[in-house]
């Protein structure tokens, strides 16, 4: 032994996998330094069909595998091999009186519980069948004991393994094998935490006594919010596929540019939630989280050059999110102005190539067009906040017309647009908005006056004939007084102010038609 490494070798393994990726090139890579394989069910029959001697673990316990698999490693002469330290005398006469051989080497993966409940349809005793006892307790047992064992809980610490019983003669280093152990306590952890959440999953309309946040670290990145805050970025995700995650931002690719940023991913997933809310072609650009413009259109380059007709000033060094795959006719529109990111759910090969050719615009691919359900965690001094995420969506029959003019089909549809832009504007927030494109933009204010007066004071196109939104209910009647003052046509509100017929008084008054949508969205 070398006491600097605490070099340990390896003799034999036990194998155990639900996701075989990789594992017959690795068992074959084992073999080749005389370690002895010990393995069960399909993974034992997956590694003899490939050629690599294996001895079952039934051979090991005395006991043959039973209850459809539900039993087969819980056995003294696993978990003794396993947990006896090799440097205890009393552990090491145990093991000799009781015929326990060492296991210096476990690699195990979990039943897919995960993947499983993702699926929609599942039922309970399907996803009951997929919660792993065995492997869990196999993982914990070697890690628990990692100056003697080695334990390897993902293909993706194979090519590691390997990569030090070659540098070191078939052996381990103790910094290697207590990287791993900690690795398999956080992947036990995750996994109990979502069987956790499953169970208290019903009813829906309540939040759990207890809840955790399962988050793998993804990148390192350059800074926070301020070159002088680190940060990196972490995933977690309820939706899975064989490959892995597969929605929300943090599971985005990146075709070109450099790096993201934090405020890269902060901006991007304001845009992306935005462009989500839309059936039709859709495209947003957002800055500091804010839309700065967003267009509906039969083309996406069509709802690019809406969106940057509401503020091109704003639009330059902004975030552009599209609900569709990008031609190329709309890469090269979006492509005239300097954009930070541009994020869609596919990008044709010559839009791609069009795109590519900007070295500061960083290209995002999307893996899903789902929003990630479940719920909203906002970190404060001592606590989390948690909330479900702000699914509404306003159909035309809950609209309710409080004024003496009735709205007309188009100030209706251009109501409905306006409000769902609304919904992802920073509150105080205010849309003026024409049927399919936003006109005008006041957002986070402390005052809503004061977010309708800039919103109208900073729309490039007239605000004459526009409809406006307002996340919340107006306090007084001065809102709609100052945006009459502009010329527009009709309001779409919450209502529920104790105010509410002064403030319709003074849209009929202007000769206004307003809406209650009895539902408010507040955004901080």
Known sequence: MNSETNLKPIKRALISVSNKTGV????????????????????????????????????????????????KTLHPRVHGALLGQRENATHVSAMNEHGIEPIDLVAVNLYPFEETVSRSGVTEPEAIEQIDIGGPSMLRSAAKNFNDVVVVASPHCYDRVLAELKTNNGSTTLALRRELAGDVFQRTAAYDQTIAAYFAAEPAEKLPTKTSINLSKVSDLRYGENPHQ????????????????????????????????????????????????????????????????VGLGQSLVESYKKALATDPVSAFGGIVAFNRPVDEEAATEASKIFTEVIIAPDYDPAALETLQKKKNLRVLKMPSVELPAGLEYRQISG???????????????????????????????????????????????????????????????????????????RAQLSIAGSVLASDAFFPFRDGVDEAAKSGITAIIQPGGSVRDEEVIAAANEHGLAMVFTGIRHFRH
């Open 24 to 71: 017959i090139e690795f068992v074959k890579a084992l073999r080749s330094f005389g370690i002895e394989i010990i393995s069960t069910g399909g993974t034992a029959k997956s590694l003899r069909d490939a050629g690599v001697e294996v001895r079952d673990v039934s051979d090991v316990t005395g006991f043959p595998e039973m209850m459809d698999g539900r039993v």
């Open 230 to 293: 680190i940060a990196a970025l972490y995933r977690t995700s309820s939706k899975f596929s064989s490959e892995g995650c597969v929605d929300g931002l943090a599971n985005a690719h990146l075709l070109s540019g450099k790096e993201m940023s934090f405020n890269n991913y902060v901006d991007a997933d304001a845009a992306w939630q935005l462009v989500c809310d839309f059936a039709d072609p859709a495209c947003a650009i957002i800055k500091h989280t804010n839309p700065a413009g």
């Open 383 to 457: 606590g989390v906040l948690v909330q479900s995420r702000d699914s509404h969506k306003l159909d035309k029959s809950q609209l309710k017309v409080v004024t003496t003019r009735q709205p007309t089909e188009a100030e209706v549809n251009a109501l409905l647009f306006a409000w769902t832009v609304c919904k992802h504007t920073k509150s105080n927030a205010i849309v003026y908005a024409i049927e399919g494109q936003t006109v005008g933009v006041g957002a986070g204010q402390m005052s809503r006056v004061d977010s309708v007066k800039i919103g109208a004071m």
